[in-house]
Structures are given as C-alpha cells and as structure tokens.
Nanobody, 123 residues
Framework: QLQLVESGGGLVQPGGSLRLSCAAS????????IGWFRQAPGKEREGVSS????????NYADSVQGRFTISRDNAKNTVYLQMNSLKPEDTAVYYC????????????????WGQGTQVTVSS
C-alpha cells in the first residue's frame, strides 16, 4: 500500500527558504500525479502546487507563484517543494498527496495523503 511521508518542515524567518520532501513507499510514483497542499489554523486546506506523473506539467497557486518550485525525482520516488522568499502567511501544515485522476490543485483529485509537516515562518 502506498505511503507518503513529508519532511523538511521547520521554523524559518521571513524571506528564508525550505525544501519539503515527499517520499513514497509501497508503490512507485512514476504512475501518480502529486500535489502539495497546506492548511493553516482556522482555514480550509488549499492547493499549493502540483506536478504531473511525467513531471512535464506543473501548477501553482497564485499566492506562491514565482516563489515555490515543485519537482520530482522518480528514481528516488520523491517529490520536492522548494519554497523561497517565505512569508508569515505561508505558515501551515503542508501535505503531499498522490493520485491518478489529474494534477490540478483540487484535493478531490488525490486519493493518498501524507501526515503533513509543519512550516512556521516567523521572526
């Protein structure tokens, strides 16, 4: 059974960077589209970025466009989210998700979810 494990979260100052990783086990990611989502306290979960199974297509939320970059290394069965120029409003629990339906930013497109990693942007 597919399991997804996020890592790389932590506390960072505004303007700093973090790279999140989403490692898969139990199934190869080659066949799956991957999305990154986040949920801040008191807010709904929102799609941040996504990447097609081939890696050729990506999507970004307007709020992170130009600051975040999603990539995947299918040989390592891992997807990354490079986050630069972080802002306090980026503070949230970040989740990766996998699915076969599509590679959009809607959570319903993804059937498998990780447990999340906390990202806190604060001075």
């Amino acid at each position: 059974q597919l399991q997804l494990v996020e890592s790389g979260g932590g506390l960072v100052q505004p303007g700093g960077s973090l790279r999140l990783s989403c490692a898969a086990s139990g199934f190869t990611l080659n066949y799956l589209h991957i999305g990154w989502f986040r949920q801040a306290p008191g807010k709904e979960r929102e799609g941040v970025s996504s990447i097609s199974k081939s890696g050729r297509m990506t999507n970004y939320a307007d709020s992170v466009q130009g600051r975040f970059t999603i990539s995947r290394d299918n040989a390592k069965n891992t997807v990354y989210l490079q986050m630069n120029s972080l802002k306090p409003e980026d503070t949230a629990v970040y989740y990766c998700a996998a699915g076969i339906v599509g590679y959009g930013l809607g959570s319903k497109e993804y059937a498998y979810w990780g447990q999340g990693t906390q990202v806190t942007v604060s001075s």
